[in-house]
């Protein structure tokens, strides 16, 4: 009696080791992405034009200056990662075409379908609306000069695979800049010092790490922001 429950003991011990383990995915583990609010069939993009296009924003009213420290010429293309509602696409227009091309990129359907009707409406044949992922643009390698990615790098939740991904679409010796938001603890405002993770070094640290080589940063006097140029390794 004493040897059979001593082999039931043993049964049991080895079941439960051998048992795999349920992954529980309560609400409370679910990882919240900064994307997330975009991705809803419901998403008011006008809502969002007039928080993007507000003339009190950093990006917007200096629009010109940044767009103009680009350097950009006729017959570039570039990709504007995070690309929003597109104010920045016909400034751009202007500098590539006739035969540059614009890829806008986006992660929010919504905003592809404004995209696509403004540059319509502005008379941009150039631009091409590109849906892009989590960690890709998904666009052909080697396809484009620069890739200019402004306000939407601290949206990135994986940039180690973005970063990856942009070296693979930038032609030998192609550009990376990005604009974002300068968190100076004790200085920001309260809005940048709650979202924002990463200061101007924390990006430099990232970005030269393994793809990419700092080359300036432009000085255009923006009041919350930094505007940082990187060389394709």
């Given at each position: 009696?004493?040897?059979?429950t001593l082999?039931i003991?043993?049964?049991t ?5 051998q ?5 529980h ?12 609010k ?9 809502l969002?034009?007039e928080r993007f ?8 009213k ?9 350097d ?7 990709a504007?990662?995070?690309?929003g ?7 751009l227009h202007h500098?590539?075409?006739?035969t540059?091309?614009?890829y806008?990129?986006?992660l ?12 319509v409406?502005e008379n941009?044949?150039n631009?091409?609306a590109?849906k892009?992922g ?5 666009l052909?390698?080697s396809?484009v ?10 949206h990135?939740?994986q940039?180690?695979?973005m ?5 693979r679409i930038?032609?030998?010796?192609g ?5 974002d ?8 405002r309260?809005w940048?010092?709650?979202?924002i993770?990463k200061t ?17 940063e ?7 922001n930094?505007?940082l140029?990187f060389?394709?390794?």
């Amino acid at each position: 009696m004493f040897r059979l429950t001593l082999s039931i003991f043993f049964i049991t011990i080895v079941s439960c080791a051998q048992t795999p383990k349920q992954d529980h995915h309560d609400t409370k583990d679910k990882v919240v992405s900064m994307n997330d609010k975009f991705m809803g069939d419901d998403l008011n993009v006008k809502l969002w034009q007039e928080r993007f296009e507000n003339r009190d924003r950093d990006v917007y009213k200096n629009r010109e200056k940044i767009v103009a420290s680009l350097d950009l010429k006729s017959g570039d293309h570039i990709a504007d990662v995070g690309a929003g509602t597109g104010f920045y696409l016909k400034l751009l227009h202007h500098k590539v075409a006739p035969t540059g091309k614009i890829y806008a990129v986006e992660l929010a359907p919504k905003f592809i379908e404004f995209i696509k009707a403004r540059s319509v409406a502005e008379n941009l044949p150039n631009v091409i609306a590109s849906k892009g992922g989590l960690d890709t643009t998904n666009l052909p390698s080697s396809s484009v000069d620069m890739v200019f990615v402004c306000d939407t790098y601290h949206h990135f939740d994986q940039p180690a695979q973005m970063l990856k991904d942009f070296f693979r679409i930038l032609k030998p010796g192609g550009e990376l800049v990005i604009v974002d938001f300068n968190l100076v603890p004790g200085k920001s405002r309260e809005w940048i010092l709650k979202h924002i993770k990463k200061t101007k070094e924390d990006y430099i640290s990232e970005i030269t790490n393994g793809f990419f080589k700092f080359s300036h940063e432009s000085k255009i006097n923006l009041d919350e922001n930094f505007m940082l140029h990187f060389k394709r390794n």
